[in-house]
């Protein structure tokens, strides 16, 4: 069984800054891939940020938050973490956790459960 945690949502004013972070727990052999996610209402959800290891690093940043946001992660205890500064309205949405978990010999993917950000004055 493997498990994301998310924390560090919540309300925060424009230009200001936010920092999200996902653990992944269970019976894991090892992490290929992990990032972050947001659906804002009616719309579909959207990939953030995210970081690879299948060959070498490799990071994605949507172009949206390009400049704004910094995505890590921390391997040796499996934690990735998303920096959110210079926030605008429109960064408003869930905010979900995804990781490409390797288990035994095959590669699934798990979701957290979703934080909530929202920017506003």
């Known amino acids: 069984q493997v498990e994301l945690v998310e924390s560090g949502g919540g309300l925060v004013q424009p230009g200001g800054s936010l920092r999200l972070s996902c653990g992944v727990s269970?019976?894991?052999?090892?992490?290929?891939?992990m990032g972050w996610y947001r659906q804002a209402p009616g719309k579909e959800r959207e990939l953030v940020a995210s970081i690879s290891k299948t060959t070498g690093i490799t990071i994605t940043y949507a172009d949206s938050v390009k400049g704004r946001f910094t995505i890590s992660r921390d391997t040796a205890e499996n934690w990735v973490h998303l920096q959110m500064n210079s926030l605008e309205p429109q960064d408003t949405a869930v905010y979900y956790c995804?990781?490409?978990?390797?288990?035994?010999?095959?590669?699934?993917?798990?979701w957290g459960q979703g934080t909530q950000v929202t920017v506003s004055s």
């Open positions: 995804h990781a490409k978990v390797v288990e035994r010999v095959n590669e699934n993917h798990y």
């Open positions: 269970g019976r894991i052999v090892s992490i290929n891939a």
